[in-house]
């Protein structure tokens, strides 16, 4: 038996030599293989970890797809944000808009940064080594090569130095050329005119039509912002970090052995799996903290706005408490992603800075304790030197796979802000193209209604207005008029009255192009040859000039031939010349909304009318401010330069300059005709006379009653 197992152990020790012979002969390939297939490995694994899994479409009710991941404009509930196949879908469409060519400013911002990356993964290799020559010539008691090693470790601190200092100023005019870029687009359909009344104006649709955002000026300003920032960032702290795991742990390698980075790789790659499955929702996060903030800043906007009313009202207690509100949503959300934030770097801090410490600790430690296959005995120092290069080179590797860890959270807020601004980008497209989500009201969802919000009328240019069978039709879907028709040749004017809400303002805003036709044919001049003036005006950021030209420009009224003294004959007309003098010329800025009352603002915008000489005008209760003789005034101007007035207004005193009236009787009827205002006049006297008569009937019956009491007791 003894026999036996001396011939076994033999065998064995025998087969065991031939096989480590064998190993070390082919040990140069089976390297290369392992190092191949790690390279490999980690851009497979980073691929497919960032790459997300695919999004799956909700069901709806009725069992269709929804097309969009966005909050419903009912429900309000922040959207869902993941690193999958919508957020890589978004993102693409919005690369397309930052980067348009190779040859653009962002790609070869994109060079020089790459560049700097590996200029700077180069320089660590470098060092690495470097650090490891230092400890050695210390051990072995080499001042001259020590002092010479000291020289070449402050050479290569320049380079070193202006590198980093390079990658962090490309990298802030990468954010800030993404930015531009990206407002730019932005701008140009925010703002955009169109050449048809179908097509821009989507700043006033987005608003007034679409219920999709609230708050597009938060999303223009910061969350462009915020989005541009990230993805500058995220190409250093992902690009940078895979280069580096991959030629620092190619490096590690070839001192250390593959095999021992092949054990460090599924122990590393294991405790990876169950950290990401960890990973709180961070892309979902910083889409709701955007939304809360954005809140939160309209809510102060309204009450900058409104802060008159609010003022007359006493409102400061429930404004303070709608304010502090919203304030409350945002720091709630805010205490409760630190705090996820908090256990999470806890968890992350141990597993890559210590736990996997310690994996690289054991792995520098394996030709101290152990002979590799193929490798000389070296001496003290040599060893010395290995161990330190090595253990750098593993710092810096852990680090590096540390920040690959780390840009999938920063992947996850950058998706929740490529969401913000796919929302943006996908409701101006959709607002362009007529297509609106709005809450509408209950009595548009069925019957007659539901029927006329599913039509499409037809706008053709023509000289009058003319309006054949069309419904007026509110954004939220209510019904004022189901079927309006009437005509008003240019040259007329048209007086428009009514209760409040029975449509009145909604038809002006078809005229202008605002709002969508859902049936009939609407034959109007186009949006151009319209001017609004409400009852209160806008006044814009500029100079007294600016009020009376808006929107043109200083160069336009030049081009047009109209000097500062034609606008001065102009301010004459409204009795509002002297304001030149008053306010210090024309080139003066105010806050015209503060410094103008009321009826000077109307005044300044019936002189804007008289500037622009369009073939139509709007008024919307836009002489209410004035006194009579300067209404008609005004009124009489306009009809000399042959502007066909609209006019909204309860006063009797503007019956006389109109030919037509437009009655609504508020349940959806109206009267179109002739306007005799001697007549219609005479008929409002006699109105009040017998209302007034009817007011005495009851004191009249009272007297009465005391005259019959007086008699009965006199005749007793």
């Keep these: 038996m003894a026999a036996f197992s001396k011939f076994s152990s033999s065998t064995w020790n025998q087969y065991a030599s031939r096989l480590s012979k064998a190993y070390v002969a082919r040990r140069p390939i089976v390297q290369r293989l392992l190092t191949i297939s790690f390279v490999l490995y980690v851009l497979g694994s980073t691929y497919h970890g960032l790459a997300g899994k695919p999004t799956k479409k909700p069901k709806t009710k009725e069992g269709g797809d929804k097309g969009s991941e966005q909050p419903s404009s009912s429900t309000g509930k922040p959207q869902r944000v993941a690193v999958d196949a919508l957020f890589y879908q978004r993102l693409s469409r919005i690369l397309r808009i930052l980067i348009p060519s190779i040859t653009?400013?962002?790609?070869?911002?994109?060079?020089?940064?790459?560049?700097?990356?590996?200029?700077?993964?180069?320089?660590?290799?470098?060092?690495?080594?470097?650090?490891?020559?230092?400890?050695?010539?210390?051990v072995r008691a080499q001042p001259r090569q020590f002092f010479w090693n000291i020289l070449r470790w402050l050479?290569?601190?320049?380079?070193?130095?202006?590198?980093?200092?390079?990658?962090?100023?490309?990298?802030?005019?990468?954010?800030?050329?993404?930015?531009?870029?990206?407002?730019?687009?932005?701008?140009?359909?925010?703002?955009?005119?169109?050449?048809?009344?179908?097509?821009?104006?989507?700043?006033?649709?987005?608003?007034?039509?679409?219920?999709?955002?609230?708050?597009?000026?938060?999303?223009i300003t910061n969350d462009i912002q915020r989005f541009s920032n990230h993805l500058a960032a995220i190409y250093s702290n992902l690009a940078k970090p895979v280069l580096d795991v991959i030629l620092y742990n190619y490096q590690l390698s070839q001192n250390v052995g593959a095999e021992g980075l092949v054990v460090l790789t599924l122990l590393v790659q294991s405790t990876a799996a169950l950290l990401r499955y960890m990973t709180p929702p961070f892309g979902m996060y910083a889409a709701l903290s955007a939304q809360l903030s954005g809140a939160l800043r309209h809510t102060h906007s309204r009450l900058s706005e409104f802060s008159e009313e609010v003022a007359f009202f006493g409102g400061e207690e429930i404004e303070k408490l709608l304010i502090e509100r919203e304030y409350a949503s945002v720091m709630k959300h805010e205490n409760q992603v630190l705090g996820r934030r908090w256990w999470f770097g806890c968890v992350e801090e141990g597993v890559i800075k210590w736990l996997w410490g310690s994996f690289g600790l054991v792995l520098c430690a394996i030709p101290v304790f152990f002979k590799l296959p193929g490798v000389s005995t070296i001496d003290l120092g040599s060893r010395t030197e290995g161990f330190v290069t090595n253990r750098r080179l593993l710092l810096s590797a852990s680090d590096a796979f540390g920040r690959v860890m780390y840009s999938y959270k920063d992947l996850s807020e950058l998706a929740g802000y490529t969401a913000r601004v796919s929302l943006l980008l996908d409701s101006m497209s959709d607002v362009q193209k007529g297509k609106f989500e709005k809450a509408l009201v209950s009595s548009a969802v069925t019957g007659e209604n539901a029927e006329i919000l599913k039509g499409r009328g037809q706008v053709i240019l023509s000289e009058d207005i003319q309006f054949e069978n069309v419904p007026i039709v509110t954004p939220n879907g209510d019904v004022l008029v189901k079927s309006l028709s009437f005509r008003v040749k240019h040259g007329q004017h048209l007086l428009i009255v009514g209760p409040n809400g029975c449509g009145k303002s909604s038809l002006f805003r078809i005229l202008g192009g605002l709002w969508p036709v859902y049936g009939g044919i609407v034959r109007k001049p186009p949006a151009s040859e319209f001017i609004l003036i409400p009852q209160r005006p806008y006044l814009s950021i500029g100079t007294l000039r600016d009020q009376v030209i808006y929107p043109h420009s200083k160069e336009d009224m030049e081009k047009r031939g109209i000097t500062d003294s034609d606008l001065l004959a102009i301010l004459s007309v409204v009795q509002m010349d002297h304001i030149v003098e008053r306010e210090g010329g024309w080139d003066v800025v105010r806050e015209w909304r503060d410094t103008l009352s009321g009826g000077d603002q109307q005044k300044i915008a019936w002189a804007r009318l008289f500037y622009h000489h369009p073939k139509y005008a709007v008024l919307d209760e836009a002489t209410s401010l004035v006194p009579p003789d300067m209404e008609g005034k005004m009124m009489e101007h306009a009809t000399r330069l042959g502007i066909t007035l609209l006019t909204v207004s309860h006063r009797p005193s503007l019956w006389k300059y109109h030919a037509l009236i437009l009655h609504y009787d508020g349940q959806g009827g109206y009267v179109f005709t002739k306007l005799d205002a001697e007549k219609r006049l005479a008929l409002q006297e006699e109105k009040q006379t017998l209302e007034t008569k009817l007011l005495?009937?009851?004191?009249?019956?009272?007297?009465?009653?005391?005259?019959r009491i007086l008699a009965e007791e006199r005749g007793r």
């Design 104 to 138: 653009s400013k962002e790609a070869l911002l994109l060079v020089s940064h790459s560049s700097l990356l590996i200029f700077r993964t180069a320089i660590s290799l470098y060092v690495a080594a470097l650090d490891g020559k230092i400890v050695a010539s210390l």
């Design 155 to 219: 050479v290569v601190a320049a380079p070193a130095t202006l590198t980093n200092s390079m990658l962090t100023y490309v990298q802030s005019q990468l954010a800030i050329a993404y930015r531009s870029r990206l407002t730019e687009e932005v701008m140009k359909q925010y703002l955009h005119n169109g050449t048809q009344d179908a097509d821009g104006k989507i700043y006033y649709k987005l608003s007034n039509l679409d219920d999709r955002i609230k708050n597009p000026d938060q999303m």
């Design 696 to 707: 005495e009937v009851p004191k009249m019956k009272a007297r009465l009653e005391e005259l």
